[in-house]
């Protein structure tokens, strides 16, 4: 038999091993949706999903418009970007309440393959060169082909990534070059929004130190500003603010909230209307919209290799933003995420939607915050305001002709008020870790001044760099074996009742790189310890009640004997080795102190730094009635009230 043969019989066999169960564990692995819909609760679930559901699709209108605007195409191709990546993800994703749709960082990466491509200037098309397609100009579909483009390969980066299993990766990705990297991209979209809040025709201007060249042009031609507009544009921005921060102030003790967003829209469009802004005070407004879904038409395959670049951001921003709201999301409301799967899940909401002229896609901060702020439990909530945008397409849409672009750019602006809250975040990793500030700073600054994805590759670059700088310096360079000692004691009274302590030696750095693991095997040794103390439990029980019946026999006349009662168990954290730990450390250690309160396991740390007890103490709510930080081992175990008397065990369990 020849070698080809054998590996022809070889894949065969493989192929016939496979069974049913196995297919339909892959489909409902990369198919969520056939996990979570059998088992919905209609009773339970759909009211909150629903109105959910209407107030999503209120802000998908309003964000989808203006973020269209934002990446330079017409602002109907935003409606069509709050549809279908939507529908895509609920099928594909894990996040249930993240809401994907059109977002402001990938529409600011595709506005400059857009501009670059097909330049506003010196064109010859009018809106009356109809294409034939939805009645636009061929100078609208050119630009739309071009974004729609970025999509598609973005999309087909992302899936690529996905059959990598390139997801793991993110553990490279820290918090505060995400936090750095998306503060800088909202700073830059705010930027390209000034022109429309002061009413100035500008030329559109990017590249290294953009937006820097952005300001010295307006301030150059500051007395082009129009009065009306600018107006408008500061009474909208209050508007917002101050009704936002009252839905937020008061949203435990109302059901819905006011959506001061559609209700913006409204007032601003009805007196645009009556008044003729657009001919008396020359007001800029969105203009035709176009009624119905395109048809399918597959994205100009000519200019892919001009738009690369931009690819490769929306690919990566637009992950990692998203990627970020589903794992926060799964850790709030006690579910998980797989990080390959989101890559599947977010690659083909952008390619399967760019055949239907849709601009890059991904989730957005302030649409998931919706969602929790008004309940939603599953991606249901995403389906009800998919099908309220699409009765928007078909019906309501042409009446937006007369909304001004400056109330748009005024949305956009406050909806970004969550990512540009993140400079607070520096004050935090100033008092934890300066390191990851001056790394934050850089990255802002280096995304400010060139791009998003720029700022990103430089974040994960400087951090790498730091970080194998750092270890050689640490006492210990390699990771230790972790020491339990267990000690057994009993109470006053005398009863049958088993204390267990788990002393484990961390004798080696905790940052971002360790932190999982060191999460994981921690969570390996409490659950091995539940286990063996759920079985001594069962042989103390089986003993008790032995005893009770030969008593009994017996005629014994003493103290009964109790039933043994459940033991109560303590961690110690030996942190004498803990040389250095960065941001990422400390949240884990809280997210472990966390984690074991819920098991009711009590956590002390012995032989803390100082540094350590400020970092944890300003980073989380540390709720205890007694004391967690001791200074040494013993001074942890007398506070427990345990005799000194213990024995070592001789399994060790490496971190």
């Known amino acids: 038999m020849t070698g080809a043969e054998r590996r022809r019989r070889a894949v065969w066999g493989k192929i016939r091993a496979v069974r049913c169960e196995d297919i339909k564990e892959w489909c409902v692995r990369r198919l969520p949706i056939l996990e979570w819909v059998p088992i919905y609760d209609w009773k339970e679930n759909l009211v909150p ?65 857009v501009e670059r491509l097909v330049p506003s200037i010196g064109t010859n098309f009018t809106s009356n060169n109809n294409s034939g397609i939805l009645g636009l100009s061929e100078f609208e579909m050119q630009r739309i082909g071009v974004a729609a483009a970025v ?98 102030k008061f949203q435990r003790n109302i059901k819905i909230v006011l959506p001061i967003d559609l209700v913006l829209i409204i007032a601003t469009s009805i007196a645009c209307c009556y008044a003729d802004m657009e001919y008396v005070y020359g007001l800029e407004v969105v203009g035709h919209i176009p009624q119905g879904l395109p048809p399918p038409k597959l994205p100009p395959m000519n200019v892919l290799s001009e738009v690369v670049t931009e690819a490769f951001g929306v690919a990566l921003v637009g992950y990692v933003a998203s990627l970020a709201l589903a794992q926060s999301s799964a850790k709030r409301f006690n579910y998980t995420v797989d990080d390959n799967q989101e890559l599947l899940a977010h690659g083909l909401s952008n390619v399967i939607p760019s055949f239907f002229f849709c601009i890059p896609s991904a989730a957005a901060m302030g649409r998931t915050a919706l969602l929790y702020s ?17 009765v928007v397409i078909y019906t309501i849409g042409a009446m937006l002709y007369w909304l001004p672009m400056c109330v748009l750019a005024s949305i956009i602006i406050v909806g970004l008020k969550g990512m540009l809250m993140q400079f607070r975040d520096l004050k935090k990793y100033w008092n934890v870790d ?52 267990e000690y057994k004691y009993k109470t006053e009274d005398n009863c049958e009742s088993l204390k267990q302590v788990t002393v484990v030696s961390v004798s080696n750095p905790l940052v971002f790189l360790n932190a999982r693991k060191f999460h994981a095997d921690l969570m390996k040794i409490i659950q091995k310890d539940s286990m063996s103390s759920q079985a001594r439990e069962d042989v103390n029980k ?24 459940s033991e109560r168990r303590i961690l110690i954290l030996d942190c004498s080795g803990l040389n250095f730990f960065d941001y990422t450390g400390v949240s884990m250690l809280l997210q472990i102190y966390m984690d074991c309160k819920n ?27 007694n004391p967690i930080f001791f200074e040494s081992i013993s001074s942890a175990i007398g506070a427990s009230q345990i005799p000194r008397k213990y024995s070592k065990f001789t399994e060790q369990s490496e971190v």
């Open 49 to 113: 999903d629903m109105v959910s559901g209407m107030m999503l699709a209120i802000q998908q209108v309003t964000q989808g418009l203006a973020f269209a605007a934002l990446s330079s195409v017409h602002p109907v191709f935003g409606l069509y970007g709050s549809f279908f990546p939507v529908i895509i993800y609920a099928i594909f994703g894990m996040g249930r309440h993240v809401a994907t749709g059109t977002f402001a960082l990938t529409s600011l990466i595709s506005a400059n393959a």
């Open 151 to 248: 999509s598609f390969l973005g999309g087909i980066i992302q899936v690529a990534m996905f059959m990598l299993q390139l997801g793991h990766a993110t553990f490279l990705l820290t918090e505060p070059v995400i936090s750095a990297m998306t503060t800088g991209a909202a700073t830059h979209v705010v930027t390209s929004q000034v022109k429309y809040l002061l009413g100035m025709k500008m030329p559109y201007i990017s590249g290294p130190l953009g937006f820097f060249h952005i300001y010295a042009y307006i301030f150059e031609n500051i007395r082009s500003v129009q009065l009306e507009t600018l107006l408008l544009s500061l009474l909208s921005i209050v508007v917002l603010v101050l009704v936002k921060e009252l839905n937020e």
């Open 374 to 390: 008004t309940g939603a439990r599953t991606q249901v909530a995403c389906l009800i305001s998919c099908a309220l945008v699409l």
């Open 434 to 485: 300066k390191i990851d500030w001056s790394i934050w700073v850089t990255t802002y600054m280096f995304t400010i001044c060139f791009a998003a994805n720029v700022g990103l590759l430089y974040g994960v670059v400087c951090t790498i760099v730091i970080v194998i700088f750092r270890f050689p310096r640490a006492k210990t360079l390699n990771l230790k074996n972790m020491k339990e000692v």
């Open 542 to 565: 089986c003993e008790q009640n032995t005893l009770l019946c030969s008593f009994s026999n017996g005629g014994c006349h003493g103290e009964s004997l109790q039933p043994g009662q």
């Open 599 to 625: 098991r009711h396991i009590e956590v002390l740390l012995a032989c803390c730094k100082a540094s350590l007890i400020k970092a944890m103490q300003y980073g989380g709510n540390l709720e205890s009635e």
